[in-house]
């Protein structure tokens, strides 16, 4: 392979800039007072406001809502994250589990129903779905904001592959050896699944961390907002308000929001490069 | 200890396919008995059949006087050796050889006791906390091994387990198997398509043929006494040689070759006369004449191909024949040999039954 020349570093310096730039001129912009925002607009530098606005951002109620900070937004969006992907991996492994190892009449069938399913997204089945959750009373609860979105066809068409990919024998060797259905699971196939869980954990995390619509249409009270929801919101205040526009908490309240799913994304993308490239068993 | 029973055993399966077609054998107590065949022969499905890891269609599996038809393979105290190890690759060899005995709910220090005698046994004991991707082929199948030991089960099946070796581990692990099998004295039941591997390690073998047995007994009654000419083909190295002849009355010929010594034999139909390239000798008063095409030097003892001048075979071409010879016989490639043999060595079966007629 011959070393890149100079045009490549440019096309993809130029590259970065243009994906980096929008995020750099929200946070410059976050960390100046409002009143320069809004006579000058964005800013490209970093400004004197910093701990200023993130500190009531982050910390001081009616701050950015009128009673949540941003602290209870984020925790929020962790339990939603957090418990989208556990749920979706739990869920997903489990109906691979059964479609790959079960012998059961249709078992291709409901794959394929469960397959199909990808085509329909949750935008499609979101009223009734809403409908079930509110009959059940399950607005502005933590369990109906999860869920509803756990079922997951990704996960387990990725598990089934997987798990088809694992040797017969080793099924065998295990069946001699006398575990149960449950014990081949949790003793074999789950350890050797490791990495491919954590991978669809950090997806599906990030995933879980940027759902809009439900949880828009499912939180009624502020204390259950998300932060993505919490962006919208802090908007249409911003216009609708008297007072001057605090435009630089709107961004704050943005920033903040896209820093856990990097950081996951960070911390594991070894894991992550490994679950989606691993063929060794 | 005791024995393995099949009777009238079948396996077919839900498109119709036979793989098994009537089996009955007995298995005496410790015996190490080996299936053999050509691939697709069914060997495999018998044994798995025995492990419990495909249903019996039809007939009765006995282990001693039980009948396990129904029982389910971690109850039918066999265990299993399988051709690519099937370890768990997440243990440790001592969890790998440990978690059956787990599964039973064996009490600690037993299994610790069980895994150390084992490994002790097998040498592995020093590798106890490698991961078996830390191990080589060899030691991989003594894990393999290990973990079918420490059950301590009553059968112990092994498909095909060196055929992921090199060829030299591969005699060292034959001689292993075989050594421990007699101090363990466990009833043994060894799938190969190895003949050498079948011929050294079996006390009796079962040549399997579509899924019958086409024979069974000790390696040098089939090797001397074959009941069939898929038997006598299949067992024996380098391979009969097989010439397709007819009777007349007096004699057997092929084309211009004509041999005697032969008394008592159908004319109406196709015959193979079978001769082990041990049987054929050089001879310069012989009556056979080949042209050496080439000679393999194993050694001890050579073998000389060529063509067996005056026969024909069945699509008419030269007849390829094998000699095994002394390591002084060393012929020029293209010289013609005489041979000769002794009509009572040699087998002749009937070509479309393939049953053996003298």
Known sequence: MTRPGITTHLILICGAIFMTLPVWVAFATSTHAPETILREGLQILPGGHFFETYKEVLFVEGGVMKKVTATTMMKNSMILGIGFAVGKVIISMLAAYAIVYFRFRLAVPLFWIIFMTLLLPLEVRIIPSYEVVAGMGLLDTYTGLIVPLIASATGTFF??????????????????????????????????????????????????WNQYLWPLIMTTKEE?????????????VLSEGGELPQFQKAFALTILATLPP???????????VKGLVESEK | MSGVTLNSVRKTYPNGAEAIRGVDMQINSGELIVFVGPSGCGKSTLLRMVAGLESISDGQIKIGDRVINDVSPSERDVA???????????????????????????????IERRVNEAAAMLKIDQFLDRQPNQLSGGQRQRVAMGRAIVRNPQVFLFDEPLSNLDAKLR????????????????????????QTEAMTLADRLA???????????????????PKTLFVASFIGAPQINLLPVRYDGTQLSNGSLAFTGFADLPQDTDLVLGVRPDMLRHDPEGQFELRVDLVEQHGG??????ALLGARDAEGDDLEICLKGPQDLLPEMETVLRLGFDPSAAFVFRKDTGERLL
Do not use: C
């Open chain 2, 207 to 225: 040549v399997i043929n579509e899924g019958r047995i086409e024979q069974m007994g000790a390696p040098m009654e089939l090797y001397s006494d």
């Open chain 2, 301 to 306: 003892e050579n073998l000389v191909y060529g």
């Open chain 1, 159 to 208: 598990f089934r592959q997987f798990f088809r990919s694992v040797p017969d024998e080793l099924l065998e060797a295990a069946r001699l050896d006398g575990a149960s259905a449950w014990g081949f699971f949790i003793d074999i196939l789950v350890p050797l699944s490791k990495t491919m869980i954590a991978a669809i954990l950090i997806i599906m995390f990030v995933v879980g």
């Open chain 2, 80 to 110: 299993m050796v399988f051709q690519n190890y099937a370890l768990y690759p997440h243990m440790s060899v001592r969890g790998n050889m440990s978690y059956g005995l787990k599964n039973r709910k064996m009490p600690k220090d037993e």
């Open chain 1, 262 to 272: 990097v950081l996951v994304v960070l911390i594991f993308q070894n894991w992550f």
């Open chain 2, 171 to 194: 005699v060292q692990m034959r001689i292993e198997i075989k050594k421990l099998q007699r101090r363990m004295d466990v009833t043994s039941i060894y799938v190969t398509h190895d």
């Open chain 1, 224 to 236: 259950n907002y998300t932060l993505v929801i919490g962006i919208k919101q802090i908007y249409q």
